[in-house]
């Protein structure tokens, strides 16, 4: 309970807090209760085709759409909301609307990236029917005014961290039982309304109740970095409503640490500051892991090919793989497969995907994609994500390479963002070390399962009967150390002198995360450890003799 404000009032105008619980919380303050005008909500259930017919998911819900607007027409005059997942998916079904050409009747788009003029035509007076299809920003973050229907597919793109992938993902979910009776409720503040949901009642009684708190789904070290960008201190420290395990935060701080996000400040008392990497990190929309490849893409003049897989990583495989069609779906799939590594298979589906959405039209392109097992939805999800990848780097002045990059470009820019997801072959178990003594096996679905190299790095880590590495390319070694000179530990051993380079030398070992990268590699001591190269000089070089010079001294030295 929190202390007595005689002085505080409370305002209360949503109908789903308890008035007099929350005026206990607050020690007793006066509680005004605001109520909000709402009307009479229908709900009705028009679930979508099963995609078992020769259309496909997106085509089904473009012609679920197309009913409820039919149906909703014949109810007579009111403004439509519907939601939808994405700004392309807006602009395709706006597209196909207005080929309908509906009588006096007006589409109109709202997503972020239009114009502020654009968006304010949702709140101008207008004549005739109008048709407004907006992302799920129009169910809790602005009101769209008029409204007397609502049409809801029942899905959003709701954020996501992968522990397993430790990615920060938008995928596309069905949304939370709250979420979509405040859908429902936006078509019952001017009058009566009616809600047509494409899905099904037993579906919906199914949902969760709520949606999960951002902060307990969130990628923290994502969290972390835009927090740290705009200056809110140090985060262990924010009073968060809901605050997450410090370990999280810690785990958090590390993985931007291994990125060369963040560092030390320049003061003891000092939070962790951004280093300028961190800065440009915080300016991609995708997980930080994601954002380094692409950032490092651009010193290796190989930012289109990088760009093109960091977005299909940042969202679900494309792939599909029926259980009853496995083999046609492995053989179509084959086809862009890279016998060295899973990473270029992305690019050259992609490659592919562009040759066909240009050779075809739009029903003949997801037509395509369900032949060759792709699913078309994630296909365009993909399309969204490296579109806004790429404006985001255009506006960082990163220039995009024209000749396609060679393999070491690539896999050298994906591996600043995985170095803690490296392995090095135990070829006895048959199996890889790696980061952290964890063990892990390359996933059988993988071109490299078969012939297997001595070094590999994986998108993931997933564990099922065992833990297998998913997503993985055949690397070097000697690529690791200039992109982990902050993380590598090194260690000397039999430091000697040695005759003919007339130095003290040792073997040295670089370990990053307990995997040995460089085993034993022989360095000059000298630089290293002073004095004991002294000791060595002295005992082995002019004690015992073992120096070959032209020094006056040392010779008049050993003729006593």
Not at 95 to 123: C, G, H
Not at 450 to 457: E, F, I, R
Not at 529 to 545: C, P, Q, T, W, Y
């Amino acid at each position: 309970m929190l202390p007595k404000r005689p002085d505080l009032k409370i305002i209360i105008t949503s109908a789903t807090i308890d008035p007099e619980r929350f005026s206990n919380h607050f020690n007793d303050a006066p509680i005004i209760e605001v109520s909000g005008r709402t009307y009479p909500v229908e709900v009705r259930y028009r679930p979508m085709v099963d995609d078992e017919t020769d259309e496909d998911a997106e085509r089904d819900q473009l012609q679920a759409i197309f009913d409820a607007v039919d149906e909703l027409h014949a109810e007579g005059p009111g403004d439509i909301l519907i939601f939808m997942n994405g700004e392309r998916e807006i602009r395709d079904t706006a597209e196909a609307l207005s080929k309908r050409n509906l009588r006096d009747t007006e589409i109109l788009p709202l997503y972020a990236r239009l114009s502020a003029s654009e968006q304010n035509r949702v709140f101008q007076s207008h004549r005739g029917r109008r048709i407004v299809l907006a992302t799920n920003v129009a169910e809790t973050s602005l009101t769209v005014p008029g409204i007397k229907y609502v049409i809801d597919p029942g899905t959003a793109r709701i954020s996501r961290y992968s522990y397993r992938t430790k990615v920060q993902r938008l995928p596309i979910e069905s949304v939370s039982q709250a979420s979509a009776n405040q859908r429902k409720g936006r078509c019952g503040r001017v009058s009566d309304g009616i809600c047509i949901r494409l899905y099904s009642e037993d579906d919906f009684l199914a949902r969760p109740e709520f949606t999960d708190p951002e902060i307990l789904r969130t990628n923290l070290a994502s969290v972390i970095l835009q927090m740290t960008a705009i200056g809110l201190g140090d985060i262990a420290a924010f009073p968060f409503v809901q605050p997450p395990d410090s370990r999280n935060i810690q785990d958090g701080v590390r993985l931007l640490e291994e990125l060369g996000a963040m560092q030390e400040g320049r003061q003891k008392d000092e939070p962790k500051r951004l280093t300028q990497i961190g800065r440009a990190l915080a300016r991609l929309p995708i997980d930080p892991r994601l954002a380094r490849m692409v950032l490092e893409a651009s010193k290796h003049g190989a930012l289109k090919e990088v760009m093109v897989i960091a977005s299909a990583l940042a969202i679900q495989d494309p792939r599909e793989r029926p259980s009853d069609k496995k083999q046609a779906s492995d053989e179509k799939h084959r086809r862009f497969n890279d016998k060295e590594s899973d990473f270029l298979a992305f690019v050259n589906m992609w490659t592919y995907i562009e040759e066909q959405q240009k050779a075809l039209s739009g029903n003949q392109f997801r037509k395509q994609c369900k032949k060759d097992y792709l699913n078309y939805l994630r296909v365009r999800e993909w399309q969204d994500v490296h579109f806004q990848i790429r404006q985001v780097m255009r506006e960082l002045e990163h220039k995009v390479n024209d000749e396609p990059a060679d393999y070491q470009s690539v896999h050298v820019s994906l591996l600043a963002g995985m170095l803690s997801h490296i392995g090095l072959k135990d070829q006895e178990k048959n199996e890889y070390q790696g980061a952290r003594n964890a063990r892990f096996g390359i996933f059988p679905g993988s071109g490299l399962f078969k012939k297997q190299p001595k070094w590999v790095m994986v998108a993931e880590l997933v564990e099922t009967s065992r833990l297998w590495g998913r997503i993985a390319a055949k690397i070097q070694p000697e690529w690791v150390e200039p992109l982990a000179k902050h993380l590598i530990k090194r260690s000397y051993s039999e430091p000697h002198w040695e005759k003919k380079q007339a130095a003290v030398f040792a073997f040295e070992k670089v370990m990053l995360y307990g995997i040995p990268i460089v085993p034993k590699r022989k360095v000059n001591y000298g630089n290293i450890d002073k004095a004991l190269s002294r000791e060595i000089f002295i005992r082995s070089a002019l004690v015992e003799g073992d120096w070959e010079t032209k020094h006056k001294f040392y010779h008049k030295n050993s003729n006593f």
